[in-house]
């Protein structure tokens, strides 16, 4: 008897629906919700549906540590009858930031590094780094790339995204065909820097770098490090580089928004950097700390609760919180603006919106015309995704769509709706 006893503990600890108790759920009043205002946010979802918008949504919804609203909306894709489910896979892409950020604190909290220690002191190769300068001319860097830089995206590293001359040789790199990290850092290496490390905030491949750092300081393989350190103490059994065959019926198309005809059309090749890429997401040569992981929103959310409760669930310790009050503070030196996932100037945003190690900050909700605090942290994917934390109001929101070069105002909507929906 004892035997089947701990036989059948052991299949319940495994079972992905286990994942369940680690967050309770409650009803959204007694978190002072109202339920009829939340409604609100099904109502936008059901229309995003309607009008052919998106194949689907799933958002989740956390207060006080409770799950308030957790559904899905919609078809696991246009062509298919087939509705989806919570638990269906999607890609969260640059989503996968804040995750590989944290993994590389935690290193720094074992003393493994500091952050104003130059990369080149891990990765040599990119001591021959130089910056392309105005005239054509490359010159070395005023500054050594520090791995505060990475985190913080003042690296002069680039995505490729503007017509830039810098931009236009990363976009023709092929950085995510590389056969892996090694090839990964050579091409980096080969390419210039679009400024001096320090100079201004530029969104870039800089977690995709950190994410080779992790696996040259912690000496595991990215994928091996995040498992270990991240996702099996916290329970998350949906989140990985690399989708398993027992799950792949799980894992729902991408689609990209045209412009031209205004309609989502279904996406044949993975997109990498808003290109097509050779990559897969069933073999992966380059494991991208920038935006190669997939996930499910009920996972997500177990990784957002983790922050929310001062980088602690369930008992299982992933950051100290002293560490995590870094990551979640302004780190853009004086002077120097964020700029916007797009990395050109964009001034509308003022000094309302900073950036920590890994996270966008809310400065000045007020000046943004948002609902919100000062001090929510979140980020967002390429196809859509969406998460953000409100340390003041006890809320945190994950939602998940696929489309690329989404056109919608859903981040926006829904937020009202969320914070419409507060009654205390």
Not at 168 to 193: C, M
Not at 227 to 241: E, R, Y
Not at 362 to 371: A, F, G, H, T
Not at 397 to 412: E, F, G
Request: aromatic fraction near 12%; avoid cysteine; charged fraction near 25%.
């Amino acid at each position: 008897m004892k035997t089947l006893y701990f036989t059948l503990l052991i299949i319940i600890s495994l079972s992905p629906f286990s994942i369940i108790a680690q967050i309770d759920y409650s009803s959204p009043e007694e978190q002072g919700i109202s339920s009829n205002r939340l409604n609100e946010v099904s109502r936008i979802s059901k229309n995003l549906i309607d009008d052919n918008k998106v194949s689907n949504i799933t958002t989740i919804i956390n207060r006080n540590g409770k799950i308030v609203y957790f559904q899905s909306f919609g078809k696991r894709e246009f062509e298919s009858d087939k509705a989806i489910k919570k638990n269906d896979l999607y890609r969260i892409y640059s989503m996968t930031k804040p995750i590989v950020s944290l993994a590389i604190m935690q290193l720094y909290e074992r003393e493994l590094f500091q952050l104003d220690d130059p990369v080149e002191k891990f990765l040599p190769e990119f001591s021959k780094i130089k910056v392309l300068s105005d005239d054509g001319s490359l010159k070395n860097p005023k500054e050594m790339m520090t791995i505060k830089n990475l985190l913080n995206h003042t690296a002069g590293l680039s995505y490729g995204w503007t017509y830039h001359p810098v931009d236009q040789k990363y976009y023709y790199a092929g950085l995510y065909d590389s056969k892996g990290s090694d090839d990964f850092i050579s091409r980096v290496s080969n390419l210039p820097l679009r400024f001096s490390p320090g100079e201004k905030f530029y969104y870039s491949i800089a977690t995709d770098v950190l994410g080779v750092l992790v696996e040259k300081i912690s000496g595991e393989p990215l994928d091996q490090y995040l498992k270990k350190h991240i996702f099996d103490p916290l329970g998350m059994v949906d989140t990985f580089f690399k989708v398993p065959v027992n799950k792949r019926d799980r894992f729902i198309p991408n689609y990209s928004y045209n412009k031209k005809t205004k309609k989502a059309e279904k996406l044949n090749n993975e997109y990498f950097s808003n290109k097509p890429s050779s990559r897969s997401y069933y073999n992966p040569e380059f494991l991208s700390g920038g935006g190669g992981l997939v996930s499910t929103a009920k996972d997500f959310m177990i990784f957002a609760e983790s922050l929310r409760n001062n980088g602690e669930l369930n008992g299982a310790r992933i950051i100290n919180e002293e560490t995590l009050n870094l990551m979640i503070k302004n780190q853009l030196p004086n002077g120097v603006e964020f700029t916007g996932s797009s990395g050109e100037p964009q001034n509308w945003y003022g000094d309302s919106i900073k950036f920590g190690l890994g996270f966008g900050i809310i400065n000045d909700p007020e000046y943004l015309k948002s609902s919100g605090s000062v001090g929510e942290y979140f980020w967002s994917g390429a196809a859509g995704t969406f998460f953000w934390i409100d340390p003041e109001k006890e809320i945190i929101v994950v939602t998940l769509i696929q489309l690329m070069n989404n056109p919608y105002p859903i981040r926006q909507q829904i937020k009202e709706a969320v914070y419409q929906s507060l009654i205390e």
